[in-house]
């Protein structure tokens, strides 16, 4: 599945920065989910909680944040943000736009503990 392979590196980078910052326990995971990065939120939470068990997330709360596709216009540079795939910029109806935020799934922040 998708979202196990994903949960799998998302558990590698944590473990690394655990390491990084002699921290023994993660408390809190907060992760942006774009809704183009073809992530099911309610899958991710589950390959979450079945992997986080045997690492240093076993305790940890996985905190999702949703991210609009966000677009930008080559045309009048307007950033627009929206809720489904659509290249039309609004202001000025071009289609020469590119898609900056929204497409993939990234680590923001972790709480942890240090022993
Ligand atoms: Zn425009």
């Known amino acids: 599945m998708h979202e196990y392979s994903i949960v799998m ?5 944590i473990e690394q920065l655990a390491q990084d910052n002699n921290a023994n326990e993660i408390i ?9 990065s073809g992530v099911e939120p309610h899958l991710l939470q589950n390959a979450f909680d079945t992997f986080k068990l045997n690492t240093v997330c076993h305790d940890a709360q ?3 944040q949703l991210q609009p596709l966000v677009i930008e216009c080559r045309q009048c540079h307007h950033k ?28 923001m922040q972790l709480e942890m503990n240090a022993s």
Do not use: F
Not at 81 to 99: A, F, G, M, Q, W
């Open 28 to 36: 809190r995971v907060d992760i942006k989910v774009g809704v183009l």
């Open 62 to 64: 996985l905190n999702m």
């Open 80 to 107: 627009t943000e929206l809720t489904e795939r659509n290249v039309i910029c609004p202001h000025c109806k071009s289609y020469d736009t590119r898609v900056i935020d929204g497409e993939d799934m990234m680590l």
């Open 9 to 13: 590196s998302l558990m590698e980078q």
